[in-house]
């Protein structure tokens, strides 16, 4: 068993800047690849970056590239996203994941991830 907390979400006007953090416990974080994923009202849940178990491949969303950046810490057992250049539209829960499946690349599909957290919800004025 994983568990995931995420927290840093909030409301920011457009082209600030929000860190979120998602902190994980119950299994060797070091294994773990860990994504992020958000879900805008009314839409599906997207992928938006995802991060291998030694922080050595990264992947992104193309509607993030340039802006997000995430990144892990394994002595702390977290994982971090930081968002820059926020637009109205990346509003949404963001939603950390862990992937039990010890990878050298990161998965960008939510079927592939194992555990969730609660969601954390951001929110970018205009």
């Known amino acids: 068993q994983v568990q995931l907390v995420e927290s840093g979400g909030g409301l920011v006007q457009a082209g600030g800047s929000l860190r979120l953090s998602c902190a994980a416990s119950?299994?060797?974080?070091?294994?773990?690849?860990m994504g992020w994923f958000r879900q805008a009202p009314g839409k599906e849940r997207e992928f938006v970056a995802a991060i291998n178990w030694s922080g050595g491949n990264t992947k992104y969303a193309d509607s993030v590239k340039g802006r997000f950046t995430i990144s892990r810490d394994n002595a702390k057992n977290t994982v971090y996203l930081q968002m820059n250049s926020l637009k109205p539209e990346d509003t949404a829960v963001y939603y950390c994941?862990?992937?039990?499946?010890?990878?050298?690349?990161?998965?960008?599909?939510?079927?592939?991830?194992?555990?969730w957290g609660q969601g954390t919800q951001v929110t970018v004025s205009s």
């Open positions: 994941a862990a992937d039990t499946y010890v990878s050298r690349y990161p998965p960008m599909q939510s079927r592939e991830y194992d555990y």
């Open positions: 119950g299994r060797s974080f070091s294994t773990l690849g």
